[in-house]
């Protein structure tokens, strides 16, 4: 069940503020699992792992980073601002997507996270240069977006 669309940002953030702090309580939890009395795993123990610790403030400061990068003032180009706001939120997941590859240790979610470092990083590139001064529209950018 999603945030309808005309709702606030506040309202939307929120959402999306509540799924990473989800996601990361359980990522903290999962890292820590292996260790005595369910504590962080420190380097030096039979695992190897580091501190959970350092998961979640990389974690948190991704998280900090999205969205101030996201909450920019409209400029009523829907396309731009779109672009704009999607550029901070890919590097959110690619800098949490690093998290993964420095701390995680399922390989299946190391894979995930390489893929999405590479599709990210492609897909902000592609923003960019969209972004860029002078840059072609294609045809028929300009027209009217179909009614809903």
Same mark, same amino acid.
């Given at each position: 069940?999603?945030? #309808? $669309?005309? &709702?606030?940002?506040? @309202?939307?953030?929120?959402?999306? *503020? *509540?799924?990473? /702090?989800?996601?990361? @309580?359980?990522?903290?939890?999962?890292?820590? &699992?292996? &260790? #005595?009395?369910?504590?962080?795993?420190?380097?030096? *123990?039979?695992?190897?792992?580091?501190?959970?610790?350092?998961? $979640?403030?990389?974690?948190? @400061?991704? =998280?900090?980073?999205?969205?101030?990068?996201?909450?920019? !003032?409209? *400029?009523?180009?829907?396309?731009?601002?779109? /672009?704009?706001?999607?550029? #901070?939120?890919?590097?959110?997941?690619?800098?949490? &997507?690093?998290?993964?590859?420095?701390?995680?240790?399922?390989?299946?979610?190391?894979?995930?996270?390489?893929?999405?470092?590479?599709?990210?990083?492609?897909?902000?590139?592609? =923003?960019?240069?969209?972004?860029?001064?002078?840059? $072609?529209? !294609?045809?028929?950018?300009?027209?009217? !977006?179909?009614?809903?």
């Amino acid at each position: 069940m999603g945030v #309808p $669309a005309g &709702a606030p940002r506040s @309202a939307r953030g929120l959402r999306s *503020t *509540t799924f990473f /702090a989800g996601v990361l @309580a359980a990522a903290v939890a999962a890292s820590s &699992a292996g &260790a #005595p009395h369910g504590g962080p795993v420190h380097e030096g *123990t039979p695992s190897g792992a580091r501190s959970s610790d350092s998961f $979640a403030e990389e974690m948190h @400061a991704a =998280m900090d980073k999205m969205d101030a990068g996201m909450a920019i !003032p409209p *400029t009523g180009d829907p396309d731009r601002d779109f /672009a704009r706001m999607m550029i #901070p939120h890919h590097q959110g997941a690619v800098d949490m &997507a690093l998290a993964e590859l420095r701390f995680g240790r399922d390989e299946r979610l190391r894979r995930l996270a390489q893929g999405i470092i590479v599709e990210q990083r492609q897909e902000i590139e592609v =923003m960019q240069r969209i972004l860029e001064p002078g840059a $072609a529209a !294609p045809a028929g950018a300009n027209s009217t !977006p179909p009614s809903r």
